[in-house]
């Protein structure tokens, strides 16, 4: 399966950001000396008055944004992902999570896909430290096109706290222009019967591969793309599983607490299920280019394959 | 090593950090050009270190806590026989000893510790330094953070313990350049006097410009001479981004990206390095 068109999940943020900034002008953005590099450039050319870089300072900045939400501004506040949920957890939890104040948290440079710079900036653990927190939504677009949706939402979810997960290399466009995210809802991309690929991010497009490959040897799969990682989409994903009766979870993320803990949780309490979890297996990465560490970590369509073949076995 | 040898020691380094770059197709050149003089006066003349014996326990230590400076740190390891030259033309690649940022999981030679995340290098020199007194060693810890590392809040707190503990065998080496990711620090986020706010913090300050090889060698002598002074160093190098290569000096665009192939040509003349065939 070849992809027609490539776009990286974070100009789409960036751009729909700087064309919300025109209608809400309540939307705050803030970064920390990445205005480039998470696109909140974008927005900071076109409303400068409502731009803050707060410098290298991922803690102030998220108790800044924090102090916006608390005013009633809707503040979107960006840095890399290893930045914003590491550096800043305690903040997250403390003043943005437990109070359950509405601050976009969009992260940008998530994953293996960082490549060249290495395991110090390559977040793969960063789905489980939202995940676990109390009031916080966690959302991992697929493509631009969702990354766009979710940027809309997010603006209008006043309800509690939001982490996005974005990433830094140009990922395939999966979806159709008129996608409509809905939180929760997990969309069945491709229908199949064997084996159920539950998926989010980038590994969505490397499901959607390799189903195709699974299709030669005769094994009929279906994709789920799990954007919605918190709250997961449960109706979905136990139907798909009823009628698979075998499961693949992909996640460019640790196999722990992410996307995979949370189809298993589901499953081991509700419909006890073959499941085999594609992504980090408790390691840390390493330098290299995106498409050579995803190939060399098996968070490929081969490694799909391998993993359907693997839970098909059982 | 004498003066007019440490210059053109760390000019040869520079043509080592442009090149790995170059080659590894991305990177942050300028802060590494712009550290390279303090840094090769610190490894060819202060730090009492052995090659052979990168875990010898009674060794000076020098921490790189703004990580992504390491291209320096790497071609000056190398160059002191820490692991073989032609490592450097490997930089970033899949399995490569030279990881993109520090890293002591990966076992670098010479690398004391993990880093890449600003903020986190100074506590772990003063817990070293803390350690070599505990254990009775004559270590001096050395440790470089950047100016926009600065407006993390980590530093502030190691600065304040450092003075608390009276911790003399620590020397911070602030590379002063003025320039960070989105643009010159004065307009993302000024930190202001850095060298005003260590003093006020307890600390001994010297001022210099980091490309004044004696004024280098004689800060470093006064930090020698501080020993039993019970306060840690600071030594604030008003650096320039990409010194030595006219058009990348003090240009933040600098701080990371390689050069193409002609401007490495251009670089390397300016530098007056010539490519060993
Ligand atoms: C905690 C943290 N936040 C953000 C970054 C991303 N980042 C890398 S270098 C840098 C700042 C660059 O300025 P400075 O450290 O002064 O280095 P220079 O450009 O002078 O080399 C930033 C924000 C990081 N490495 N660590």
Redesign the interface.
């Known amino acids: 399966m070849k992809f027609a068109r490539f776009e990286g999940t974070r100009d789409a943020y960036g751009a729909t950001l700087a064309k919300l900034g025109h209608e809400d002008p309540r939307i705050v953005a803030l970064t920390a000396d990445l205005a480039g590099s998470t696109k909140t450039s974008l927005f900071a050319k076109e409303h400068p008055s409502r731009f803050f870089n707060m410098g290298v300072a991922e803690a102030d900045m998220m108790g800044v944004a924090a102090g916006f939400a608390m005013s009633g501004f809707r503040p979107f506040a960006s840095t890399f992902a290893v930045f914003a949920t590491g550096k800043a957890w305690e903040q997250v939890r403390q003043v943005i999570a437990y109070p359950k104040v509405p601050v976009r948290i969009v992260a940008t440079h998530a994953g293996l896909t960082v490549g060249e710079d290495g395991a110090s900036h390559q977040m793969l653990e960063d789905l489980t430290l939202m995940r676990v927190l109390p009031h916080m939504t966690v959302i991992v677009p697929a493509d631009a096109i969702e990354a766009a949706a979710v940027t809309r939402f997010a603006a209008s979810h006043d309800e509690g706290p939001v982490y996005v997960r974005l990433s830094r290399e140009k990922f395939p466009i999966v979806l159709d222009e008129g996608y409509a995210f809905e939180l929760g809802k997990s969309p069945i991309l491709a229908a199949g019967t064997d084996v159920s690929i539950v998926a989010c991010g980038v590994m969505v497009s490397a499901a959607l591969q390799a189903r195709e490959l699974l299709g030669r040897d005769g094994i009929s799969a279906e994709v789920v793309n799990a954007s919605s990682v918190k709250p997961l989409d449960r109706e979905t994903i136990l139907a798909s599983a009823k009628k698979t009766r075998a499961v693949v979870t992909a996640e460019e993320h640790q196999v722990a607490g992410g996307l995979g803990s949370a189809v298993c949780e589901l499953l081991a309490e509700e419909r006890p299920t073959p499941v085999v979890r594609v992504g980090m297996q408790d390691e840390f990465g390493q330098s290299g280019s995106a498409d050579v560490l995803l190939a060399h970590y098996g968070l490929d369509a081969h490694g799909l394959v391998a993993a359907a073949k693997r839970v098909l076995a059982r | 090593m004498e003066i007019e040898a440490l210059k053109r020691k760390a000019n040869a380094l520079r043509g080592d950090v442009l090149r790995m770059v170059t080659l ?1 197709d ?2 942050h050149p300028g802060g590494a050009l712009g550290m390279a003089d303090v840094l090769t006066v610190l490894f060819y003349r202060f730090l009492r270190h052995d090659p052979l014996r990168p875990d010898w326990p009674e060794r000076d230590r020098f921490l790189l806590s703004n ?1 992504h400076a390491c291209p320096i740190l790497y071609a000056i390891l190398a160059d002191r026989g820490y692991f073989p030259k032609e490592e450097l033309w490997l ?6 000893l ?4 520090p ?1 002591t ?2 076992e670098i030679p010479g690398v004391e510790v ?6 986190n290098g100074l506590s772990v020199a003063l817990g070293m330094a803390m350690a070599a007194r505990l254990d009775g060693r004559d270590s001096r810890i050395y440790c470089s953070i950047s100016d ?2 600065c ?3 980590q530093p502030w707190e190691a600065a304040t313990a450092a003075v608390h503990y009276g911790v003399d065998r620590l020397c911070a080496i602030l590379d002063w350049n003025g320039c ?3 643009g010159h620090t004065k307009t ?2 000024d ?1 202001g006097d850095l060298a005003a706010k260590f003093r006020a913090f307890g600390w001994n300050v010297c001022e210099i410009s980091g490309h004044d090889v004696d004024a280098i060698v004689s800060s470093f002598d006064a930090f020698l001479g501080a020993a039993g002074s019970g306060r840690p160093t600071f030594l604030a190098c008003r650096n320039t981004l990409g010194k030595g290569v006219s058009f990348m000096e003090d240009e933040p665009k600098w701080h990371h990206g390689a050069l193409s192939p002609d401007e490495l040509a251009r670089a390397l003349s300016e530098l007056g390095v010539v490519l060993p065939r």
């Open positions: 590894a991305s990177g990580g930089l970033r690649k899949l399995g490569a030279l990881q993109g940022h890293s999981a990966w993990s880093s890449g995340s600003l903020g926009a590392e407006q993390e809040g960070q990711i989105d993302v986020m930190v």
